[in-house]
């Protein structure tokens, strides 16, 4: 979607379509949508600031920072920066998507200074692999993932993006997997803080799926699948808990996650809750 700006009011065209055509499993790209970055900010964009953490990330809501080695003014640098993301990204999505209205949650945000390519990790954490998002610590309890991305890469390189095959096809594939917890489980899990609130069935199978994707080598490979660049200077959203997707190269890029619930889409039949659910035939919350 061309011609949308970071504070002005959308035309029409995009405020009519945008929600339509995310719900349907599109990746929406501003192509000349740039963020800005103060030239004193230039001395965050180090891999350094990470430690041995993947992003460094920050809650608007408590204002902390996680995932950083940077301390003193370093620190309130970056805590300036994705707050600013956090604030336009939030006043954005508010904009293009007044269907939406009064009922989008804003959560982290994160800055990912790190190179993609060639990045060691355990398969469950390695997102060069097609998956779709669940969050192990913070179950959604069945609300909509929407992610949106800024490439802040300072040389112009592109994030190098995979897309995957319909919710539906990888749902249908994985689902015979899929395993229902016993009752019970899901409070367990939060009185023992190993989630912030107790995980549904629904989480419980979406963690599941993520993980059944990412390992198995024949799907990563085999199944329908497309890559895209994200030039720098560009920014994007999705529902990633239902875009099939994988970051194969890029350094330098923003993230603010914000969560939607079921009822509030124009058509709750194409979330992943009543996907799984009709697969299923069962309720999973
Ligand atoms: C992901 O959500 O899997 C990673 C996206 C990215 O860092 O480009
Ligand atoms: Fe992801």
């Known amino acids: 979607m061309d011609g949308v700006g970071w504070s002005e009011v959308p035309a029409d065209e995009v405020t009519s379509t945008a929600a339509r055509v995310l719900e349907r499993g599109d990746v929406i790209l501003f192509p000349e949508l740039r963020f800005p970055v103060d030239a ?89 692999r097609l998956h779709v998002d669940s969050f192990p610590a913070t179950p959604s309890g069945g609300r909509r993932i929407l992610r949106v991305f800024s490439n802040v890469n300072p040389a112009g390189q592109p994030r190098a993006w995979r897309l995957g095959d319909d919710f539906d096809a990888v749902a249908r594939r994985f689902a015979p997997q899929l395993r229902v917890p016993p009752p019970g489980v899901g409070h367990l899990l939060a009185l023992l803080r190993v ?14 799926l993520h993980d059944r994707m990412k390992a198995d080598e024949e799907f ?15 920014t994007w959203m999705a529902f990633t808990d239902h875009v099939s997707h994988a970051a194969t190269s890029g350094q330098y890029q923003l993230e603010q996650t914000l969560l939607l619930p079921v009822d509030a889409m124009l ?19």
């Open 220 to 234: 990563q490979k085999g199944s329908p699948q497309s890559r895209v660049d994200l030039p720098a200077g560009s």
């Open 195 to 208: 989630t912030r609130t107790p995980r549904s069935a629904y989480d419980a199978q979406m963690l599941q």
């Open 40 to 128: 004193a900010e230039s001395l965050l964009f180090t891999p350094a600031i990470l430690g041995s953490s993947k992003n460094a990330s920050y809650d608007p809501a408590t204002r902390r920072l996680g995932g950083t080695t940077a301390t003193g003014r370093d620190a309130e640098m970056l805590r300036a920066f994705i707050h600013r993301f956090s604030e336009s990204a939030a006043a954005l999505v508010a904009r293009v998507f007044p269907d939406y209205a009064g009922r989008i949650a804003r959560g982290r945000a994160s800055f990912r200074p790190a190179e993609i390519a060639g990045r060691q990790s355990s398969w469950r954490k390695d997102d060069t």
């Open 267 to 285: 058509d709750p039949d194409r979330s992943p809750l009543r996907i799984l659910e009709r697969i299923k035939g069962r309720r999973l919350v």
